[in-house]
């Protein structure tokens, strides 16, 4: 059973940086990838960026160039190192896994973590 804890959110002023971790466990396959969805509030969850095993990645237009997603493969921890965060980037921000190659459509996802909230404020 794959199993996925996400930390690091918090709140921060805008302009400012955070990352966000998601310790993984359970992986029984190696053809996998993981990525960050965010949901704010009254919208639906959008897809953030993805990354294969191969580090292959993949990240939604609107935050090419400010949020980075990396993985520590000996420490099975993916991560997403944000910045320049403006209030539009305030969401719960949910790591998933799935057996597939990047992707940011969440139907393609089979586990998913609980979430961390990340406020930005102006």
């Known amino acids: 059973q794959v199993h996925l804890v996400e930390s690091g959110g918090g709140s921060v002023q805008a302009g400012g940086s955070l990352r966000l971790s998601c310790a993984a466990s359970g992986f029984t396959y190696s053809n996998r990838c993981m990525a960050w969805f965010r949901q704010a509030p009254g919208e639906e969850r959008e897809g953030v960026a993805s990354i294969d095993s191969g580090g292959i990645t993949s990240y939604a237009d609107s935050v090419k160039g400010r949020l980075t997603i990396s993985q520590d493969n000996a420490k099975n921890t993916l991560y997403l190192q944000m910045s320049s965060l403006q209030p539009e980037d305030t969401a719960m921000y949910y790591c998933?896994?799935?057996?597939?190659?990047?992707?940011?459509?969440?139907?393609?996802?089979?586990?998913w973590g609980q979430g961390t909230q990340v406020i930005v404020s102006s």
């Open positions: 998933a896994a799935g057996e597939t190659s990047v992707n940011l459509d969440e139907s393609v996802y089979n586990f």
